[in-house]
């Protein structure tokens, strides 16, 4: 019983870091073309001022109150960027991507984190799982912008 359960806890721990380390791979890969300039113009979104803030800060002024506003802006963002991925999917073969849904369950998991870390842990933390976010936005908004790009060729 008790290897059983050893098991079970270290299948678990190695499937949380693989799932930890392909959202991070995904983050990092880089396109041709960076669509993500052109698509938060057109949508009026925020992500990209709040990721230059993030970088750039070493801390955030207002703090606690100054990050949940950010954080606020960025659901707004990623609310209306995976209603369009939905939308663009129905008229797709297959829907969204398996990379796709799994960052989707990446930002629900850094978005836990920020609310966990801003309210018990450093600041920092919190800081990272929301620059965590908005690249995820960041990705979900290029990856509007290639299908644009392919629908705007066809």
């Not at 991070?24 to 230059?52: C, G, H, M, R």
């Not at 963002?77 to 989707?104: C, K, S, W």
Request: glycine residues 4%; hydrophobic residues 50%.
């Amino acid at each position: 019983m008790f290897v059983s359960i050893v098991i079970i806890a270290l299948s678990l721990m190695l499937f949380l870091y693989w799932f930890r380390y392909t959202c991070l791979l995904i983050l990092s890969t880089k396109t041709a073309k960076d669509y993500t300039t052109q698509v938060a113009a057109a949508n009026q979104l925020e992500f990209p001022v709040i990721l230059s803030q993030l970088k750039t800060a070493v801390t955030i002024e207002g703090g606690v109150t100054e990050m949940s506003s950010l954080q606020l802006s960025l659901e707004r963002d990623y609310r209306l960027l995976t209603g369009l991925l939905r939308h663009a999917a129905q008229f797709q073969v297959g829907g969204l991507t398996v990379e796709q849904r799994m960052l989707m369950i990446d930002y629900q998991v850094m978005r836990l984190m920020f609310s966990v870390s801003q309210r018990f842990v450093q600041p920092d933390h919190a800081r990272k799982a929301l620059s965590e976010m908005a690249d995820i936005v960041a990705h979900f908004a290029n990856a509007m912008g290639e299908r644009a790009a392919v629908a705007a060729k066809a």
